[in-house]
């Protein structure tokens, strides 16, 4: 069936440095794309959303990138610190669907 | 602000006892409410949603229910629980609309079944 996916289990970056957390999507009919952090043993929280009239959005020290072309979407940590070590999930929408679907996350891990 | 809280925070049940987990809504009205497991290391699973009063979807057929006695009020249950039940049982909502697709989540139940 559909499904949201993700290349790399696990990041390993130094601080400072920059990170990309990539996702793959397979419906093409998925309209909105959302990120999220989640830290051991604590829900979700929100990170960035991107609609797919939309090819980039950009927060604070985060940017999501959307290919629509090629299915894919990517976060985009910029001066990454030790607080972003988390696991990272990507999830998708598509009209008339009333829930998210997860991907199965990536583990971000900084190294001081 | 809207908070949503669940209770309890940690569960340690045995095989064959009954479950009630209950998320709760504040600041927000008509939200649709979502129940999630997460196994260790993986990725969250959506076992119900629902946009109203008694109104409940249930995603994949499984050993759980799940029922809204009030606007703000979600909960989730089992008569007899079994091993495979054990993971991280995650509420959320959302604002019901046509194009707000956001969802926030509640703190979590760790759930062990022995």
């Known amino acids: 069936g559909e499904s949201v996916g993700l290349h790399l289990p696990t990041l390993s970056v130094q601080e400072g440095d920059n990170s990309i957390i990539n996702c793959a999507y397979s419906?093409?009919?998925?309209?909105?794309f959302i990120w999220y952090k989640q830290e051991s043993g604590k829900g979700p929280q929100f990170i960035i959303d991107i609609r797919s009239n939309m090819d980039k959005r950009q927060g604070q020290r985060v940017t999501v990138l959307l290919n629509k072309t090629v299915k894919h979407l990517s976060l985009q940590i910029a001066a990454t610190q030790p607080g972003d070590s988390a696991v990272y999930f990507c999830?998708?929408?598509?009209?008339?669907?009333?829930?998210?679907?997860f991907g199965s996350g990536t583990r971000l891990q900084v190294q001081p | 602000s809207q908070t949503i809280h669940q209770w309890p925070a940690t569960l340690v049940q045995p095989v064959g006892s009954p479950l009630s987990l209950e998320c709760t809504v504040e600041?927000?009205?008509?939200?649709?409410l979502y129940w999630y497991r997460q196994a260790a290391g993986r990725g969250l699973q959506l076992l119900f949603y629902?946009?109203?009063?008694?109104?409940i979807s249930s995603e994949v057929p499984q050993n759980l229910s799940a029922s809204r006695p009030q606007d703000r009020q979600f909960i989730l249950s089992s008569k007899k629980l079994l091993l495979s039940d054990s993971g991280f049982y995650l509420c959320a909502w959302s604002v019901r609309g046509l194009l707000s697709y956001e969802q926030y989540f509640g703190p979590g139940t760790r759930l062990t079944v022995t």
């Open positions: 629902s946009v109203g009063i008694g109104q």
């Open positions: 600041g927000t009205s008509n939200p649709n």
């Open positions: 999830a998708e929408n598509y009209p008339g669907r009333r829930a998210l679907t």
């Open positions: 419906n093409s009919a998925s309209d909105y």
